[in-house]
């Protein structure tokens, strides 16, 4: 099994930044595809970014794309979400997950170890 424990939300200003980080631990979190997904209230979870186990390969979703960056460091079994230009629309509980996969994947379904999400909310 893998834990996953999401850290770094919070209230930030509309074009500030907030720095997410996602800590693995059991099971071997290196051959793991890792994603961060998000909810909004009263909406469905979405697909925010995806990395490889390597961390060659990132995809990120439309509405994100040149703001956020997703990153990951094996050696400390953690992976990261920067945030820049935050707008509130951006508004959600941010959930980090892992995939028995080494390869990427944008499909909520495709993963299926969840941590308990950390609020971010940008204010107007």
């Known amino acids: 099994q893998v834990q996953l424990l999401e850290s770094g939300g919070g209230l930030v200003q509309a074009g500030g930044s907030l720095r997410l980080s996602c800590a693995a631990s059991?099971?071997?979190?290196?051959?793991?595809?890792m994603g961060w997904f998000r909810q909004a209230p009263g909406k469905e979870r979405e697909f925010v970014a995806t990395?490889?186990?390597?961390?060659?390969?990132?995809r990120y979703a439309d509405y994100v794309k040149g703001r956020f960056t997703i990153s990951r460091d094996n050696f400390k079994n953690t992976v990261y979400l920067q945030m820049n230009t935050l707008k509130p629309e951006d508004t959600a509980v941010y959930y980090c997950?892992?995939?028995?996969?080494?390869?990427?994947?944008?499909?909520?379904?495709?993963?299926?170890?969840w941590g308990q999400g950390t609020q971010v909310t940008v204010s107007a």
């Open positions: 990395i490889s186990w390597s961390g060659g390969t990132t």
């Open positions: 997950a892992a995939r028995p996969s080494a390869v990427t994947s944008t499909l909520r379904s495709e993963y299926n170890y």
């Open positions: 059991g099971r071997t979190f290196s051959n793991s595809a």
